[in-house]
T-cell receptor
């Protein structure tokens, strides 16, 4: 009964490829997020969605496109992968805003070679 | 610029010793404050949070944190560390007018037997 689940857990791919990471939450939360954790463990928000509507879109290359088919899912599609995209990507959800608590998935370690 | 500072990149303690991890923030008003823990290869788990009221908050796993407005600090403490506490600890804030969870750079805790 994983609350926030991401697939895949590991992803190794070549430069220039297009890949997707999927995220699902079964907590009934309205808000979902994508965070990027770099090699120095620094965590930075990329996107947030509330009830399928984009709320936060940080300065992220437009090669990154989030998609929320419903409020329980927030997928991340990345086009034309670059070496610098290698990182751990975390999905998270919260009831309606971060004024409560964010629940994180296990992360997806993306390695671009 | 709004920021969260964790001055200690790496801390090593002996099992049974007390622990204090430092966190300072720079915001115009008191934000919402959080401490998260990340075990190796895992997602982030919330230890505790402060929104208002009593400035000493209790969390899970025997952790507590104290909010000090005068020092813009929210330090995490534990009276007796266990070997299983070895992990990366992140302080985070949410500004009350936004929905962004801003993380500090993290403190890696190592515990020796």
């Amino acid at each position: 009964d994983t609350a926030v689940s991401q697939t895949p857990k590991y992803l190794v791919t070549q430069m220039g490829n297009d890949k997707s990471i999927k995220c699902e939450q079964n907590l009934g939360h309205d808000t979902m997020y994508w965070y990027k954790q770099d090699s120095k463990k620094f965590l930075k928000i990329m996107f947030s969605y509330n009830n399928k509507e984009l709320i936060i879109n940080e300065t992220v290359p437009n090669r990154f496109s989030p998609k929320s088919p419903d409020k329980a899912h927030l997928n991340l599609h990345i086009n034309s992968l670059e070496l610098g995209d290698s990182a751990v990507y975390f999905c998270a959800s919260s009831p309606y805003s971060l004024n409560t608590e964010a629940f994180f998935g296990q992360g997806t370690r993306l390695t671009v070679v | 610029a709004q920021s969260v500072t964790q001055p200690d990149i790496h801390i090593t303690v002996s099992e049974g010793a007390s622990l204090e991890l430092r966190c300072n923030y720079s915001y115009g008003a008191t934000p919402y404050l959080f401490w998260y823990v990340q075990s190796p290869g895992q997602g982030l788990q919330l230890l505790l949070k402060y929104f208002s009221g009593d400035t000493l908050v209790q969390g899970i796993k025997g952790f507590e944190a104290e909010f000090k407005r005068s020092q813009s600090s929210f330090n995490l403490r534990k009276p007796s560390v266990h070997w299983s506490d070895a992990a990366e600890y992140f302080c985070a804030v949410v500004h009350r007018n936004t929905d962004k969870l801003i993380f500090g750079t993290g403190t890696r805790l190592q515990v020796f037997p």
